[in-house]
C-alpha cells in the first residue's frame, strides 16, 4: 500500500467538498501549517522520541477521488473515510476538501501523520515489530493530543483504535468445533 492512512467515522465529521480548507495554504510545503497553535512537529518530536523534522511534508488539500487511490483505490476502509493521509511515494500529507486545520480534532489528524513521517524518516518504520505497531505509535500520541486540548471522548475512540491496531502476531484461528 502507498499510503499510511487515518480516519474517523463519516458520519461523525462529514464532507461537506469546500474548494479551500479554512487555515490551509495549498500546496504549502513549509511547517506553517504545522504550527497554527503550537508547533505539531515539536509535539509529535517530543511524544515520540524521534529526532525533530527539518522539513515538513509538503500539505496538500485534494478531492475525495485522489484521496481514495492514495489509499489503493478504495476509498473507504472497513467503512471509514481517511481524514488525512501521508503517502509515501510522494511525500505528501494530502487532507479532503472540508478539513478545517483550527479545529482541534483534525489538527489531531496531522499529528497522527507527523508521526508516520517521523517514523519513515528515522527508520523506525523499517524496525518496527509490525505495520499495527506503527499505526498504533501514531493513535497514542493523536489520542494524547487530543486529551490536551480537550477532548477525552474522541481521544478515547483513537486509544482504543491504537490498541487494536497494535495487536501484532496474533493469527485468527476459529475455535474448534
Given at each position: 500500500?502507498?499510503a499510511?492512512w487515518?480516519?474517523y467515522?463519516?458520519?461523525a465529521?462529514g464532507?461537506?467538498?469546500?474548494a479551500n480548507?479554512?487555515?490551509?495554504?495549498?500546496?504549502?510545503?513549509?511547517?506553517?501549517p504545522f504550527?497554527?497553535?503550537e508547533?505539531?512537529?515539536?509535539?509529535v518530536a517530543?511524544q515520540?522520541?524521534?529526532?525533530?523534522?527539518?522539513?515538513?511534508p509538503?500539505?496538500r488539500?485534494?478531492d475525495?477521488?485522489?484521496?481514495?487511490r492514495s489509499?489503493?483505490g478504495?476509498?473507504q476502509?472497513?467503512?471509514?473515510?481517511?481524514r488525512?493521509?501521508y503517502?509515501l511515494?510522494?511525500?505528501?500529507v494530502?487532507?479532503?476538501?472540508?478539513?478545517?486545520v483550527?479545529?482541534?480534532l483534525?489538527r489531531?489528524?496531522?499529528v497522527?501523520?507527523?508521526v508516520?513521517?517521523?517514523?519513515?524518516?528515522?527508520?523506525?518504520?523499517q524496525?518496527g515489530?509490525?505495520?499495527?505497531?506503527?499505526e498504533g505509535?501514531a493513535?497514542?500520541v493523536q489520542?494524547?493530543?487530543?486529551?490536551?486540548?480537550?477532548?477525552?471522548r474522541?481521544a478515547?475512540?483513537?486509544?482504543l483504535?491504537?490498541f487494536?491496531?497494535?495487536?501484532c502476531?496474533?493469527?485468527y484461528a476459529?475455535?474448534?468445533?
Amino acid at each position: 500500500m502507498s499510503a499510511i492512512w487515518s480516519f474517523y467515522l463519516a458520519s461523525a465529521l462529514g464532507w461537506m467538498g469546500v474548494a479551500n480548507p479554512p487555515g490551509l495554504v495549498a500546496g504549502d510545503a513549509s511547517c506553517t501549517p504545522f504550527q497554527h497553535d503550537e508547533d505539531l512537529v515539536a509535539f509529535v518530536a517530543a511524544q515520540t522520541g524521534y529526532p525533530k523534522l527539518r522539513t515538513c511534508p509538503t500539505l496538500r488539500a485534494t478531492d475525495l477521488d485522489e484521496l481514495g487511490r492514495s489509499i489503493g483505490g478504495g476509498l473507504q476502509m472497513q467503512g471509514e473515510t481517511p481524514r488525512a493521509i501521508y503517502v509515501l511515494s510522494s511525500g505528501e500529507v494530502l487532507v479532503g476538501p472540508d478539513f478545517d486545520v483550527r479545529t482541534v480534532l483534525d489538527r489531531s489528524f496531522l499529528v497522527h501523520e507527523l508521526v508516520h513521517v517521523s517514523q519513515v524518516r528515522s527508520g523506525a518504520s523499517q524496525q518496527g515489530r509490525c505495520p499495527g505497531w506503527l499505526e498504533g505509535e501514531a493513535y497514542r500520541v493523536q489520542a494524547y493530543y487530543l486529551r490536551r486540548h480537550g477532548r477525552p471522548r474522541d481521544a478515547f475512540q483513537f486509544e482504543l483504535l491504537g490498541f487494536l491496531q497494535s495487536a501484532c502476531g496474533h493469527f485468527y484461528a476459529p475455535m474448534p468445533e
